[in-house]
């Protein structure tokens, strides 16, 4: 694949994530979904990349990619409060702005 520019990251906290508090309430667990990154449809068009498939992010993490036409080009929107997606390893200080390479990785590398 070809190599492509960064994204910038936007971190966001979902209403229901998997987090401490949750695991205490099976009730309320159920409704957190599965965790996933999301870009925008014309970003995973460049890049090969459609709704489902799982890339690899900065070398270090693996996530489930959603396309979201409401997330702006050049963007990537990380979830946080996932174990799944442990974007604490992207670094101790989370900013806005964060450059992200991500590759598609096929699923016999998952």
Do not use: C, W, Y
């Not at 970003?43 to 709704?51: D, L, N, T, V």
């Not at 990537?76 to 442990?86: A, R, S």
Request: no cysteine.
């Amino acid at each position: 694949m070809a190599q492509t520019e960064s994204l910038l990251a936007t971190f966001a906290h979902a209403l229901f994530d998997h987090g401490e508090r949750m695991k205490h309430n099976p009730h309320v667990i159920q409704l957190a979904q599965e965790p996933h990154v999301r870009i925008n449809p014309g970003e995973g068009s460049k890049r090969g990349i459609q709704s489902g498939d799982t890339v690899h992010i900065n070398n270090l993490i693996h996530a489930k990619v959603m396309l979201d036409a409401r997330v702006a080009d050049g963007t990537i929107v990380l979830p946080l409060g996932f174990e799944e997606v442990p974007v604490h390893e992207l670094g101790t200080q989370l900013l806005n702005g964060l450059p992200i390479t991500i590759e598609k990785i096929s699923k016999d590398q998952i």
